[in-house]
Structures are given as C-alpha cells and as structure tokens.
C-alpha cells in the first residue's frame, strides 16, 4: 500500500470520526425540500469559490459530469470536456446563448464575470441542449444571473511561492418588491509564481459592472467585464517543455438578457452579447529566435426565443439567433464568419407523456447550410421519476486555428470540413423533492469529420490537426445530489466511456486520449455553525493509447481540501485555508506536460 493511499486512508477515517461525533442532526434532514438543498449548496459553494476558488487553482464550479482540465492552473488556460467531448465541443452559455470562440475553442471556459453573480451552472445535453439553447456541439454550461442583494465584500489571500491575490465586490439594491433595480461592481487581481514549471508564472486584472431590473413582469440584466492576463505557457498546446513560451489575453465581454418571470420557465428571453479578445503567444526558440502570433478576435450574437403551451397540450418552442465572428491574425490570416440559426419544436403532451420533434436550419457563410432534425418523448412515471428518450443532431465549424495554424509546435490542415454530431438518448431522473436528485443516462454519440491533434508515430515533430473519420462513442453517466439537513452536502458522479474510431494514432491531444472512467465528488460539510470543511475529488483511468506506455501514466486522482471558518464573535469575517492537489498528483491529463504540484493558500474576507 503507497504512502499517498494510507494517507487518504487516515484522512477518511478522521474526517467520518468527527462525522459520528459530531453530526447528531439525523432529524434535521426529514423536512429539508430539494428547493432548500439546493439553495443550501449554491451558498457553500459561493462561499468556497469566492474564497480559494475564484483565486486560486481551481477556480471553476463543480459540476457531476463535466471534468475540466488545465494547463497549468485554471486561471492560466482550462477546457471544459463533457461526454467524453474534445474542447471544441462543450463550452459555456448565458441564458441559451452560447459563448464561442473562432480563433481557439480553448478559450471556451474563459470567464471574466465573478461567479457569485450566476446561479450554479445547469449542465446541458442532448435533447435539453438543443431546446434550451443555441448549442455546443455535445455540451454546455448555461448560466443564468442570479438576483442582486446588497453585500459588499473584500478578500486578500496569500499561497506558497509568493502567490497571492485580493479582490472586492459591491452589490446595492434598490425598490420595491414589486420593481426593484440592483447594481453591483468588482475588481480582482491574482499573481501566481512557478504554476508547474519554475517561469511558468501568472498575472491577472480584471473587473466589470452589472445592473438588474426585476418588476413582476420581466427580468433584465446587463453586464460587463474585463480582464487581463498574462502567464507562461512553457509546455502548453504539446509545445517541446525545453522552450520557453508565454501568453498573453486581453478579454472584454458585454452581454445583456431580457425574459419575462412566467413560472416555471419564462414565455420568452433573449439575450444579445459582444466579446473583444487579443491573444498573443511568444515562443522563444533556441539561437535567439522568437516565435510569435498576435490575434485579435470580435464576436457579435443575439438570440430570441419563445415557450409555450395551450391548454389543450399542444404547444412548442421556437427560437432565432445571429452570430458574426472577426478574426484578424498574424499568423492565422484575416476572416470573416456568420452563422444563422433557426429552430422550431412543436410539442404535444397529454396525461404523462410529452412528445416533441423538431428541426433547426444552421446555415453558415462560405459553407453548405445544415438540417439538423431532432425528436423525443418525456414520460412522467410518477411525481418524482421522469424518463426521457431522445434523438438529436448538431454541427460544429471547425476553428480558425484547426484550419490554418503553422508553428513549431502544431499544423492545422486547411480543407477540414464541418463536424457532424448525432446523438441517442435514455435518461431517467428521480427529484425526490426532499434532500435528493438522481440522474441516470444511457448514451450513443456518432459523430464524423471529428477533428484532433495527432502524432502519428513517436517521432513526429509536431501535433497535427486531423480529420478521425467518423468516431463512435458509447457512454454511461450516473449524477447525485444530496442534503442531509444544512450541514452535509455531497454531489458525485461517475461517466464510463468507450470509443471507436477509424486511425490508431501513437498519440493524441483530445479527442482519442480520454477518460475510459471517471469519478468525480465534491462536499461541503459544516462540522459547527462556523466551520466548514470542503472537499473535491476526481479519480480517471485513461484508455490506452500507445504514447501511454505504463498504468501511472493512465490513471489520475486529483483532489482539493479547505477550511473556512467564520467566527460569531466577528461578524462577516471569514478566514479560509485551502491544499490543491492534496496527494501530489503526478498523473498528465495532457501526455508530457507536468502538472501543477501540492501547493497551499490561505487567506481573510470581509463582509460590510
């Protein structure tokens, strides 16, 4: 047995001692509704996240099925994967507009809002991506703002290796119940020395701006950020780790959205954005020679839809949006793309069962538009079972960079065509509507013209954009959720995967080096009214693939642990104490490139 294993194996029985000693609140959780449970999580990890998350590491929100993965820290450069998806094909969206990015889908999870102004992310697929959104290609994580309250807020933390960071939030609100306006603002900063390698540092500005109105009759919010950031990237993207590199990325995003408040989802919404990115990347080769690209990125979209049933069952959704994206590129040439998109989902339901079907026209400039049909049923087994089956398609243009990029490290291949996605579904989920929400799902992913990064024999010099062919992908994916009373709150999930694919390449970026399984928990446990005690914990086993020559190679189990304590004595102080990688995790998510060592942090924050 390793060190690392009678470690954990110490820390687990620790941690369920103080458990049996302490929790004697079994009664507390028999009134508790999932309404509550969940409000009760949002706060935790609002608190968590604002704290040790939002500054350092990893500093984006647990979700059960979604694995985000870093080159070097998050605040650096992470991608969001869902299903086993590349970063191309799963990213964020507001309020059903999806955040894309033309130049590299690695900016996907890029995010320049602090997450306590968002209710905790809702993961989308399938079916309920499709209908609810206008579409990653296998997933996304669509946020919603959450309702002003007046806080104002201040935090300073301090790591290892001279890291540290400060931020501050005001939120002021003003009205009636009936209308009200609320207004916040935020500043943050954050430095990181030696993230994996020793010049591998980081620096990041930011801030922004938002105003809500809320009346009985229609929510508006409008936002804006920006941030700044600049971080060495010696080893990222399959780059060789003997050449020194460093990014820079300048980020301002504006985003606005309107719906009604009809419950239990508006009649209407749209939503309208605009994003302005710079990326600049230097590579420094040997004999003083400098590699570099210079992009500049605009995007423009907006997005209307509707929602609605009569009485008779008969009903449906419909939705419309515009997308235009500007790229100017040193390195990636000048271009121009706009996407159109429309949608419409007629719906019939009657006792139990709702049935849809329906079709989205996405016609793109410069390529053949796309007719992509989706369809299923919604079976109400009882008040808390529901099963759903579904049947749908998306598409994908592939980034600019996949098209054109040329460097020492990596070749795009001009003439790749558009991804095409079809994707089968059975899911079934139990609310309770007491402490607990299961989640279940059977799925079948066919997908061609699936672009990665590949090395097709342990010699070759640089990673190269390549058309897979049609890859086929089954999949299993279980999610929990549960409360006990207000003080334990777990939420875990395992995804078992398995791919079938044309090429059997030495080694790949994305797509063919994936996890085969993974687990995933996260829990917020409040051992006294003042101490909390935090913890997350991914375990994966990669499939193999021959770049991956030994087991340690295949399997990782990152985790995260934090205090947080906020003393009665000394009301709105919090102090906060966090370990990433707690058992110093060697494992690679991306095949020669190290991975960020245990490292801690601590820090204060005041609430006024």
Known sequence: MTLMRKNLFALYGLFFCLVALRFGWAADSADVRLEDMRVVASEADVRFEAGTGAVFSDSLPFAPGVLFQSQGVSASQTDIHIRGSSFSGAGLSVGGLALRHPQTEHFHAEW??????????????????????????????????????????????????????????????????????????????????????????LDRLGGGGHVQYLSDAVRADIAAAHQSKTFGARGYYGVNPDWPAEESLDDMLALATLSDRAAPQPLWRGAILWRDTRDGYSLFLPGDTVFENRHRTRMAAVMLEGNGRKENGLGGRWRASLESEHLDSSNLGRHRRNRAEAMAAPEMAKGPLTVFAGLRCRAVSETRSAWLPFAGAQIDLTERDTIEVSYTENAREPSFTELNYESPGSLGQEGLGAERLQATEIAWTRDDRNASLWES???????????????????????????????????????????????????????????????DPYAARYVLDYPRHTVQADMTVRLTDALSWHWRQTWRRQAPIPARETSEQRSGFSGRMGLDFSPEEARGLRLWLVCDNVWNDAFEPFIGQPVSARRFAGGLSMEF
């Open 112 to 201: 320049p809002f602090p997450w306590e102004w968002f209710l905790p992310p809702e993961r989308l697929t399938g079916q309920n991506q499709i209908r609810q959104s206008t579409a990653h290609l296998v997933g996304s994580l669509d946020m919603a703002f959450r309702p002003v309250t007046s806080r104002r807020h201040v935090e300073a933390g301090w790591g290892e290796r001279g890291s540290n960071c400060q931020r501050a939030l005001w939120q002021s609100v003003r009205g009636s119940d009936s209308a009200s306006v609320g207004m916040g603002v935020f500043a943050t900063r954050e430095s990181m020395q030696g993230v994996d390698f020793d010049d591998n540092d």
């Open 441 to 503: 799902a059977l799925f079948a992913h066919r997908s061609r013209n699936t672009v990665d990064w590949i090395k097709a024999e342990p010699d070759a010099p640089r990673w190269t954009a390549t058309d897979l062919g049609r890859v086929e992908t089954l999949g299993l994916e279980i999610l929990a959720r549960h409360a006990w009373g207000r003080r334990w709150v777990l939420a875990a999930g395992y995804t078992g995967l398995h791919k079938r694919n044309e090429l």
